[in-house]
């Protein structure tokens, strides 16, 4: 059966959700196994070649290299790139995870802002629902049970807001790009940002502490990290076809269900009430916004 092209953004926004949320359930192991995240960032910036390479091969090599298209391009890399290293080597170095990622998962908020100001994005009262029940998922599904009662200082706060902010402008850029630029170029663009701040990334590594080398370490590092910039690919696609407002908070809303689910799993570990109240929201959400486009809008 042949997919409408007006429904493509939600099969690229599930591809999007699928990956990242296995990713998620993951993503921790090689940390736990005495490989640092800053190398994990590392390991994460060479995985994104494959993808940047068989989607641009299936262009032609055709990049976009007009003036606009360059800025566009390294803005919309260097805020995720950027957002990543001020993740792995600040907010989580300087505070715990329950209180970080409650604050940047909240960066929908800032893109569909920005989609309803400067992109004079719309949708119908069953989408606004969605979205709604989406951003307030999106906390309650980052929830995690304070392990200790020591006080932390404010410079997590600090990265925390510095990643919030930056995923929100880059989704919004994302779908701003896909106005005049190919899905590929943008990817291309990204590809190469995140190797250029690897250097960075090296520069924050404790070589002091032992580096785990073995298969649990750099090369599982690589197969999850693949799932991050497959996910990473296809988000650029869903936000081609699809309105930043319903893309930025559906996928973020979702794929911490997959990593929830799967960890529920792997680890025998039953999520807190606080979690599950998110579940029930996202996968409401889930529906409300996939099927928005089927009343539009009408202005008056």
Wanted: charged content about 10%.
């Amino acid at each position: 059966m042949k997919i409408k092209s007006k429904n493509l953004w939600l099969l690229y926004a599930f591809i999007t959700t699928f990956t990242w949320g296995i990713w998620g359930a993951f993503s921790e192991i090689p940390a736990k196994n005495g490989f640092p995240g800053s190398l994990t960032y590392v390991v994460w910036s060479i995985t994104m070649l494959l993808p940047a390479f068989i989607s641009l091969r299936n262009i032609g090599w055709k990049i976009e290299h007009q003036f606009k298209s360059i800025v566009l391009g390294l803005a919309i890399g260097l805020l995720g790139a950027g957002g990543q290293l001020a993740l792995f080597v600040g907010a989580l170095n300087e505070g715990p995870a329950y209180l970080v990622f409650p604050i940047i998962s909240l960066s929908p908020v800032v893109t569909v802002i920005l989609s309803l100001i400067f992109l004079k994005e719309k949708t119908n009262r069953r989408g606004w629902m969605g979205i709604i029940l989406a951003i307030i998922a999106i906390p309650l599904l980052s929830y995690s049970d304070p392990t200790t009662s020591s006080s932390h200082g404010i410079m997590w706060l600090v990265y925390a807001l510095m990643v919030f902010v930056a995923w929100g402008f880059q989704a919004y850029f994302m779908k701003l790009a896909n106005n005049t630029m190919r899905t590929e170029s943008i990817f291309f663009y990204m590809t190469i940002t995140g190797l250029l701040l690897a250097p960075v990334a090296l520069f924050f590594t404790d070589f002091s502490v032992p580096v785990n080398l073995g298969f649990n370490g750099p090369y599982l590092a690589f197969i999850i990290q693949m799932l991050n910039s497959v996910g990473a690919l296809f988000i650029v696609y869903a936000f081609r076809y699809g309105k930043a407002i319903i893309v930025s908070p559906l996928t973020n809303a979702v794929a911490p269900v997959i990593t929830i689910v799967l960890s529920l799993i792997i680890y025998q570990s039953f999520p807190h009430k606080i979690i599950i109240t998110g579940m029930v929201l996202a996968l409401i959400s889930i529906f409300l916004m996939a099927v928005e486009d089927e009343k539009p809008v009408v202005e008056k």
